[in-house]
């Protein structure tokens, strides 16, 4: 069974690879955020499985492509000077829009794969590349702990894969929708138009208990196709009612 597992995630490496090569051609030109790398980036902890979250290692049948929308998590935060949150939410490095949570491998059920193999620190050089796409030094270290040690032995590969299929995505009209409430439905038909490929059924959108949005998130198959989300990980229902806050002046 060892074998296994181990072939199945070679495996679906393999095709993690691929899917750049698939997408990059029909979702293209992201925006990015007016950040400056740092110099050098906080150290972060060391992440392991909190009590509750065994590891798992079922077959990969597809990918969640997961990207939030910066002004709400910031909106949220108490203290946007606090060293946890400071590059992000201080204005100091740029207005964040939208960022990279993660890029996540998906089961046939809600099991996913995660914490499939220990995870040291992500080295610095790698933190440092990444920060203007996940603008924190822990979540890029939780992410490589929790799902990309699924995908692949070195971090460096899963973040390198993860930063091209976040640069190709194109982002619709973010002032245009925080102008008016929107709907779950309305979101997702933004993003498929202004993404070719792309249709609404493959996008998942999450919001927060009060109705804000919090992320947009890319439905992607065992093939590196995108393809219809399945009804686990389609998030809000169509007819719910979306706020959008705006990126602060």
Known sequence: MLRQAQHERKRGW?????????????????QAPAC???DRVPVPRLEQPPRGEPARTPPIAGYLLALSWSPQHCAGVR????????FQCSGENG?????????????????????????KIVPQPVLRR???????????????A???????????AYFRAAAILFRAVRFPDMKALAARPQTAGSVRRAFADANKGIGPEMLAVTTDRDGWLKEVRFCLGPRM?????QPFQRGAA????????????
């Open 95 to 119: 207005r964040f829009g939208w960022v990279l949570h993660g890029l996540w491998p998906e089961a046939s059920t809600p099991g996913y794969p995660q914490w499939c193999r220990p995870a």
């Open 14 to 30: 393999l095709g993690f690879v691929g899917l750049v090569l698939i997408l990059a051609p029909t979702i293209a030109n992201a």
């Open 36 to 38: 400056k790398t740092p």
């Open 238 to 249: 169509d007819n719910r009612t979306v706020r959008v806050r705006p990126i602060p002046r």
């Open 146 to 156: 929790k799902h990309g040690t699924c995908m692949s032995p070195h971090p460096d």
């Open 225 to 229: 196709k995108p393809q219809r989300c």
């Open 79 to 86: 203290n946007p000077r606090d060293a946890r949150d400071r």
């Open 130 to 144: 990444n920060m203007c796409m996940t603008p924190s030094a822990q979540l890029l270290q939780h992410e490589w």
